[in-house]
């Protein structure tokens, strides 16, 4: 099997997640239920787990971090906390459903920064446009379809010059690109522990500057007189039990990612796409999304002329290469760049491939369309 489907879910990871995972289970109880060995080791596991967040990440305090079930959780919470009905929130235009959908949910009028493929001045530009009409701006760091990487730290200084509050999504870009929470400025920043970061799936990490408004209770292990949750992070968005094999999980990811360093993961995995996008670039009927190197992350897009899209990725899965095709979760990022109609075709790399799968990718490709001819 050659696995490019890492923008959905890292599924090669590195060998100690597993083992982590398989010990928590096997010697850790919950975190705040008790003072017996099993519990305050879980709870020294989790803890350990924030303070390797706060480090990688940037985050003043490790309590400022918010363990959650995924991305689109943490982003829900964001939202929860900071959007009332008919709040005005500027996007850009790559956007995913995480984002929109809690938005819609929550009766925010949406602004859009429309702009360009791999156009950072223009992205910029965009929001500059609009960003005065907001009370809320909310953005991705990277495009989970093209893997464009979108001018953040530009982006947040406009939110801090003009003191509108900012939501980061850093679902593509925790683990290969540099997240720096204190620097951007950000009220919330929310990030998965199953694609970039190499932890399980059922982990995320929501980085908060403000405490916010929770969006589910429950018993927090902490002021169990109180019959409202607790004013104070990171027990007042962790209602119920913790995911402490999944943190467990998450902690060796990290490590791993901390270890390697995210500027050297994401050099390895734009050497996969280059390789990628020069085995591809002369196949006929082949349409390729790339933008200049320092615009783009692992992530490489593509169509094929008459072929319907989730027909090619089918004929690709059949020969053990794991693509993800249509429109990824994130009708608005085609709509930008003009691929709304049909979707695409969708590689992404990880540290774990080889330039030999990535090879074997491109010959597969290479021979379809010649059987289309």
Known sequence: MIYLDNAATSLVKPAEVGREMLRAMQTCASPGRGGHRAAMRASELVFRCREKAAALFHVPEPENVVFTMNATHALNIAVNSLVSPGMRVLISGYEHNAVTRPLKKAGAEILTACSPLFDEEACLHAFGEQIDRAGLVVCTMVSNVFGFILPIHRIAALCRDRHIPLIVDAS????????????????????????????????????????????????????????????????????????????????????????????????????????????????KGVELFCGPQETQSGVLSFRMRGMDCDEAARRLSEQGICLRSGLHCAPLAHRSAETLETGTIRASFSPFLTREEILRFCAAVREMSCGMR
């Open 172 to 283: 593509q870009a925790a683990g290969t690109l540099d997240v720096d929470f204190a620097g951007l400025g950000a009220a919330f920043l929310a990030m998965p522990g199953h694609k970039g970061l190499f932890g399980p799936q059922g982990t995320g990490l929501l980085l908060c500057e403000e405490s916010g408004i929770p969006l589910i209770a429950g018993g927090s292990g902490s002021d169990s007189i109180l019959q409202e949750m607790p004013d104070y992070l990171p027990d007042r968005h962790e209602a119920g039990t913790h995911n402490v094999p999944g943190i467990a999980g998450l902690l060796a990811g990290m490590t791993y990612v901390e270890q390697r360093t995210p500027a050297a993961i994401l050099e390895e995995e734009r050497a996969l796409l280059r390789c990628a996008a020069d085995g591809l670039s002369d196949v």
